[in-house]
T-cell receptor
Framework: EDQVTQSPEALRLQEGESSSLNCSYT??????LFWYRQDPGKGPEFLFT???AGEEKEKERLKATLTKKESFLHITAPKPEDSATYLC???????????FGKGTSLLVTP | GAGVSQSPSNKVTEKGKDVELRCDPI?????LYWYRQSLGQGLEFLIY????????KSGLPSDRFSAERTGGSVSTLTIQRTQQEDSAVYLC?????????????FGPGTRLTVL
């Protein structure tokens, strides 16, 4: 059975303080790893898809990387508007759905 | 509209009543998914549609839950004889790619409260 574990559960950063969020996964044949951002009261917003180990993608202050066992979401010089819950999900050979982790709640203070 | 829309945004119902939740996917998206997000839990898969057929219903928690999709577009999730444990946010997502591949774009969700 696919498993996705995100850490830490919560993270508080000062504005400008860079850090990384972790997503560890165990799947039977990874077909894609997805990062989403979710603001309170809203649906998840797509950020990145990674398909194979060694792949990296960037968008503004965010950079996602992938190894055979985990993915990192690096946040460089975060701003308060980056505060949100970041969700990691995998799709594997075991089915059609995305299997989500429980998320990391990020708070960036001025 | 450009995104996935869901209605109603909020639904409060009494235990034992039936509810219908609606999803309008992005135009042209063949794949449609329903998920449930409970307080403190991750997103939980319910059902996957490819066109009007549902090749994966494995996430539906009981036979009180059913869903249909018509015209390859709008989908309705029906919960019969609601229970308090059904209280959650129900999210719909659509994708251009079928079979679980490709990005899924989510709607804002329907918050269901069962009293």
């Amino acid at each position: 059975e696919d498993q996705v574990t995100q850490s830490p559960e919560a993270l508080r950063l000062q504005e400008g303080e860079s850090s990384s969020l972790n997503c560890s996964y165990t799947v039977s044949g990874l077909r894609g790893l997805f990062w989403y951002r979710q603001d309170p009261g809203k649906g998840p917003e797509f950020l990145f898809t990674l398909y194979s180990a060694g792949e990296e993608k960037e968008k503004e202050r965010l950079k996602a990387t992938l190894t055979k066992k985990e993915s990192f979401l690096h946040i460089t010089a975060p701003k308060p508007e980056d505060s949100a819950t970041y969700l990691c999900a995998v799709n594997s050979n075991s089915g059609y759905a995305l299997n989500f982790g429980k998320g990391t709640s990020l708070l960036v203070t001025p | 509209g450009a995104g996935v829309s869901q209605s109603p945004s909020n639904k409060v119902t009494e235990k034992g009543k039936d509810v219908e939740l609606r999803c309008d996917p992005i135009s042209g998206h063949t794949a449609l998914y329903w998920y449930r997000q409970s307080l403190g839990q991750g997103l939980e898969f319910l059902i996957y549609f490819q066109g009007n057929s549902a090749p994966d219903k494995s996430g539906l928690p009981s036979d009180r839950f059913s869903a249909e999709r018509t015209g390859g577009s709008v989908s309705t999730l029906t919960i019969q004889r609601t229970q308090q444990e059904d209280s959650a946010v129900y999210l719909c997502a659509s994708s251009e790619s079928t079979g679980g591949l490709g990005e899924q774009f989510f709607g804002p969700g329907t918050r269901l409260t069962v009293l």
